[in-house]
């Protein structure tokens, strides 16, 4: 496989670093990494996460060789994480509050509040609980979410290895599922309202690259409120990945997926004469996604990315998608087999390109564009339409002291993320991979945050969405749908929201959020928050 291939060859090159992903979930120092490149004081390719720790720690590293020039919230929080990425730059800080600390040349350890971390000449470690408990009230009664569970991660020599497992409870009421319209995270429940999430893998790096087997989140896209490429909200997937930075200015990434079929029936769906969905005759096979992304710095703090994914069934791995550099559309199209198209063949491709412009200080303006269905013949055509989302925005950080707007914009068009074989659809465990909203979609989002005082923020926010007629469930698949004809969905809501940072890994918040959700109740909204609502929302969480 080219994956071992690529890892045997590097194993004899020298290394001095490790590779953790930092879930992507923790934004605290996601919105810290990307204030400190909106201040030109690093330089972060931003349109992929994860962020790996070790680079994390690189670029605290950077910040600290100008820390005077920090404000004085900057140089506390500067300091907040360079404690928790010690391990990552080959020391053990002392903790601010230590039940157990022992020092000497040969080892340290180090117990905690908030973790339990050890190092030696060979070997570094870091373990820490999770407890989490999310409430909320409003006039249809009260919501609580529990969680619980344990997360670590170790170094040796050139590998890496890291795990989270969380245990959930959402008491009385199902919080996820596949077509509501809302950004939480999937969840694939075992009983009425319990459900596990599992993280985690092994990596392998070398001084200008990395390479693991990991399942995890991937966010592909440059956003601040929703990526549109590849979010967070199916379920974590088991993957082949690595990265690749052989220069300063260019940036490679690939990875190769294991997904979870959304048909359970034992078949895959087959699209009938007049381009209709109906149940076919073939043995349900298993799904993988293929997925590369090229970087380049076009100036001192702007970036393009150019990139295409695959969504394919099969008995195994087709070896042609481990290949890391194909397009994988024109790969497709080898495949024909007796005039055989290749989206009869079971492959979905998708186009995207992706861009950053930071070259002026405190302004970070981004977009992205995924393309489904793309022929620049449609362009002057009436009935055939081009299928693609569109996500773009701004954010101006500190032209105030402290004070961040966002604005950002998403446009979808109909059949986005679908395809007319369901079996090939971008999705996993019936979740789909991009935007939330899904396809036929629109929204606008604006957020003023205020960080009045170290490890906090204070944000005020406004969105306004709207859903189309969802057209691939009553079977059409065509590209002269018009979008949103009319608005079977809508939702406004208001948001003032708090969180306090404690220590990295616990934190305090809460909420105030006005909601008017109209349209189809059942389907695209927990009943909870369907209608016009004001919910109360407050929680604690000891990791994340």
Same mark, same amino acid.
């Given at each position: ?56 720690? *690189? =670029? ?12 004085? *919230? ?24 230590? !039940? ?53 991660? @170790? ?36 009983? &009425? ?14 001084? =200008? ?16 409120? &929703? #990526? ?23 940036? !490679?990434?690939?990875?190769?997926? =294991? ?6 029936? /034992? ?7 007049? /381009? ?42 087709? #070896? ?7 397009? &994988? ?8 087999? +007796?005039?055989?198209? @290749?989206?009869? %063949? ?16 405190? %302004? ?9 269905? !793309?022929?620049? +013949? ?22 105030? #002291? ?6 950002? &914009? ?23 991979? /991009? ?23 204070? *944000?005020?926010?406004?969105?306004? @969405?709207?859903? $189309? ?28 929201? !708090? ?10 918040? $809460? ?7 109209? $349209? ?17 929302? @407050?929680?604690?969480?000891? /990791?994340?």
């Amino acid at each position: 496989m080219a994956f071992l291939l690529l890892l045997i060859i590097c194993a004899s090159v020298p290394c001095y670093s490790q590779t953790v992903y930092e879930e992507v979930t923790h934004k605290p120092i996601y919105e810290f990494i990307d204030e400190m490149a909106n201040e030109q004081i690093i330089d972060v390719f931003t349109a992929v996460k994860p962020y790996s720790r070790k680079n994390i720690a *690189r =670029w605290l590293l950077e910040i600290q060789q100008v820390e005077s020039t920090l404000t004085l *919230r900057q140089r506390r929080e500067l300091g907040f994480y360079l404690q928790e990425f010690d391990l990552e730059q080959n020391t053990l800080e002392k903790q601010f509050v230590n !039940f157990y600390h022992h020092r000497t040349d040969r080892y340290q350890f180090n117990f905690s509040p908030s973790s339990m971390r050890y190092r030696d000449t060979l070997f570094r470690c870091s373990v820490r609980p999770i407890v989490g408990l999310q409430y909320g009230n409003n006039q249809f009664g009260t919501i609580s979410h529990f969680w619980y569970g344990v997360e670590g991660f @170790a170094y040796v020599n050139n590998f890496a290895m890291y795990a989270s497992l969380r245990e959930n409870d959402e008491e009385h009421r199902i919080l996820s599922n596949p077509e509501y319209l809302n950004p939480r995270n999937a969840a694939i429940y075992v009983e &009425y309202d319990d459900y596990t999430e599992a993280r985690g893998g092994i990596t392998y790096s070398w001084n =200008w690259g990395h390479a693991g087997l990991v399942k995890d989140y991937i966010q592909w896209g440059n956003h601040y409120h &929703y #990526p549109s490429i590849i979010s967070n909200k199916a379920p974590s997937f088991t993957q082949l990945k690595y990265e690749l930075r052989p220069w300063k200015w260019l940036t !490679f990434h690939y990875f190769h997926a =294991w997904l979870v079929p959304n048909r359970v029936s /034992g078949y895959i769906d087959q699209p009938n004469q007049q /381009g209709n969905i109906s149940a076919g005759q073939n043995p349900l096979h298993k799904k993988f996604m293929a997925g590369n992304m090229v970087g380049v710095q076009l100036f001192s703090h702007s970036r393009l990315a150019i990139g295409n994914t695959v969504v394919y069934t099969s008995h195994a791995p087709d #070896p042609g998608y481990l290949f890391p550099l194909f397009i &994988y559309g024109a790969y497709n199209n080898t495949l024909e087999i +007796s005039g055989r198209k @290749a989206d009869e %063949l079971h492959q979905n491709a998708q186009l995207f390109i992706d861009f950053s412009f930071r070259e002026i200080r405190k %302004l970070h303006v981004y977009g992205s564009i995924y393309l489904d269905d !793309f022929q620049i +013949s449609r362009f002057n055509d009436d009935d055939e339409k081009n299928i693609y989302n569109l996500n773009v925005g701004l954010q101006l950080s500190n032209v105030i #002291p402290n004070v961040f707007v966002t604005m950002e &914009y998403y446009r979808a068009m109909p059949l986005v993320y679908q395809h007319d074989m369901a079996s090939i659809t971008f999705n996993s465990n019936e979740y789909y991979m /991009g935007h939330y909203l899904q396809d036929n979609s629109e929204q606008l989002f604006a957020q003023i945050a205020i960080k009045p005082f170290t490890n906090s923020v204070f *944000r005020i926010e406004y969105l306004h @969405a709207v859903h $189309g007629p969802d057209y691939f469930d009553q079977g059409i698949y065509s590209t002269a749908l018009p979008f949103i004809n009319q608005a079977e969905w809508k939702r406004r809501q208001f948001n003032v929201s !708090f969180r306090y940072t404690l220590l990295y890994n616990v934190s305090l918040f $809460g909420s105030l959020t006005n909601r008017l959700v109209s $349209g189809k109740r059942a389907k695209y909204t927990l009943p909870f928050y369907h209608g016009n609502t004001q919910t109360i929302s @407050a929680g604690f969480q000891y /990791g994340f």
